[in-house]
């Protein structure tokens, strides 16, 4: 991840928080991003991914970042 400086601009959501979270969604079947940032609340997969709180949004927009990322 270093070497590809994937967080290189990032404050909140690392590529580590955001896979453990991408991982959680998976295997808990979590239908929607919304549904996702739903999750974001519950105290332990908070202390488990290292983030407190992540919009929708900056959700939405990690996703577009790694999906192009992945397709070149």
Do not use: P
């Not at 070497?3 to 909140?12: A, E, G, I, N, R």
């Amino acid at each position: 991840m270093k070497t590809m400086k994937l967080d290189y601009y990032t404050k909140k959501l690392t590529t580590e928080s955001f896979l453990k979270l991408l991982l959680f969604a998976q295997l808990q079947e979590v239908e929607s991003l919304h549904a996702l940032g739903d999750c974001l609340f519950d105290d332990q997969l908070q202390h488990a991914i290292d983030l407190d709180f992540i919009s929708i949004s900056q959700l939405s927009r990690r996703l577009n970042g790694f999906q192009r990322l992945f397709l070149i």
